[in-house]
């Protein structure tokens, strides 16, 4: 069992917190859920992305999730793993330096870090992307970029993995996202090398 950290918030993608909160879970690992300014047993809104024929994707509320960890207790504490998913919580929460120091700490001691699709807003507020390989939503590109990081295209199901960061463009690659996050977590390297895989 390795001890994970979820970074959400109001807005953070319904599919990118539920599903991997519950599966992380249901692999044995301990999964705690926080949001900065709210509490154990406080209630997050998740919001729904979807696409049509449209230029963007449309958004719709889900549901409500309950944190079942507080931040300011989690936040000095360590953890082996930390994952951030998708959504608009990202671009706030990066806006909270108290987020930054934990993010950067985590990463300095080598927690395997994962974020999600617009997840990786918050990184990009960060020194982690800086010289590493990374993907996500496609409009996150530029931030990607300018944060240092190499982009890398990806098909919507893959990831990019370097060395312990791993990063994907959206739920459709929790299946990848996942299976890595817990080898890795699990102690069995994964190439850095091998930048992206289904």
Not at 28 to 36: F, L
Not at 167 to 189: D, M, S, V
């Amino acid at each position: 069992m390795k001890r994970i950290l979820m970074l959400v918030g109001d807005f953070s993608e319904d599919y990118e917190v539920m599903v991997p909160f519950q599966a992380l879970k249901a692999m044995g690992h301990d999964v705690t859920a926080v949001c900065p300014g709210k509490r154990k047993g406080e209630l997050i809104a998740t919001v729904v992305h979807d696409f049509g024929d449209f230029m963007s994707y449309t958004e719709s509320f889900g549901h409500r999730f309950a944190l079942n960890g507080d931040f300011h207790e989690e936040r000095s504490r360590d953890h082996d793993g930390l994952l951030i998913p998708g959504g608009r919580a990202a671009e706030y929460l990066r806006l909270n330096p108290d987020v930054i120091e934990l993010v950067e700490r985590h990463w300095s001691r080598g927690a395997v870090t994962s974020a999600i699709c617009h997840g990786v807003q918050l990184l990009t507020a960060t020194t982690v992307l800086n010289g590493r390989r990374a993907t996500a939503y496609p409009a996150c590109k530029s931030e990607v970029l300018r944060s240092g990081a190499t982009w890398v295209d990806t098909a919507a199901d893959a990831i990019c993995v370097d060395g312990t960061l791993i990063t994907a463009p959206g739920w459709l690659a929790h299946p990848a996202l996942l299976g890595t996050f817990n080898a890795a977590l699990a102690e069995r390297p994964v190439a850095s090398g091998e930048a992206c895989h289904a």
